[in-house]
T-cell receptor
Framework: GENVEQHPSTLSVQEGDSAVIKCTYS??????FPWYKQELGKGPQLIID?????GEKKDQRIAVTLNKTAKHFSLHITETQPEDSAVYFC????????????FGRGTSLIVHP | DAGITQSPRYKITETGRQVTLMCHQT?????MFWYRQDLGHGLRLIYY???????DKGEVPDGYVVSRSKTENFPLTLESATRSQTSVYFC????????????FGEGSWLTVV
């Protein structure tokens, strides 16, 4: 089955700095890669996603890049703010196939004011 | 728009007791999932369902039972709770296997004493 590795497990930055979280996946057939943000005491919520036919996608301060050859994808957050503090999960999914979402172990992002 | 709701949100039970966590979604999504979240392990899939009356095991199914008699409900039962099942449980749903957004509930915090 699919295996997703996520790094780092904890990331501490100063407000205004950029943050990058990286994930690698094992199944080259995976073609959908969402990122979720989980705030304290809540369920994860989708913040951005990318499909295998796209190399990069941006939405305001967040962006995701995908390298299919290397089988890794990354979340980039620019101009971080304290409200960005949360746990972030990546996932790799074979859409249209077995469709069992496999999540990374999560990254705890702490943005210091 | 009720979305996906879980109940109870918080539960303390004794070892050996049977516990059922309820999950209800109002979107008529085909796919539903149960995950448990533990420190250091991220989100681990317990069971999932592709449609009513169709269920399948995930990564950590032992000790759990699910059913899906109706599309909108996907209860998770711990037949004889153990302390190792102390965790936060998240129900999730998705429209189909085409790589659509997975929506999570707010979580059920279960403590087994």
């Amino acid at each position: 089955g699919e295996n997703v590795e996520q790094h780092p497990s904890t990331l501490s930055v100063q407000e205004g700095d950029s943050a990058v979280i990286k994930c690698t996946y094992s199944d080259s057939a995976s073609n959908y890669f969402p990122w979720y943000k989980q705030e304290l005491g809540k369920g994860p919520q989708l913040i951005i996603d990318i499909r295998s036919n796209v190399g990069e996608k941006k939405d305001q301060r967040i962006a995701v890049t995908l390298n299919k050859t290397a089988k890794h994808f990354s979340l980039h957050i620019t101009e971080t703010q304290p409200e960005d503090s949360a746990v972030y999960f990546c996932a790799a999914i074979l859409s249209g196939g077995s469709y069992i979402p496999t999540f990374g172990r999560g990254t705890s992002l702490i943005v210091h004011p | 728009d009720a979305g996906i709701t879980q109940s109870p949100r918080y539960k303390i039970t004794e070892t050996g007791r049977q516990v059922t966590l309820m999950c209800h979604q109002t979107w008529s999504h085909s796919y539903m999932f149960w995950y448990r979240q533990d420190l250091g392990h991220g989100l681990r899939l317990i069971y999932y369902s592709a449609a009513a009356d169709i269920t399948d095991k995930g990564e950590v199914p032992d000790g759990y039972v699910v059913s899906r008699s109706k599309t909108e409900n996907f209860p998770l039962t711990l037949e004889s709770a153990t302390r190792s099942q102390t965790s936060v449980y998240f129900c999730a749903s998705s429209q189909d296997k085409a790589g659509n957004t997975i929506y999570f509930g707010e979580g059920s915090w279960l403590t087994v004493v």
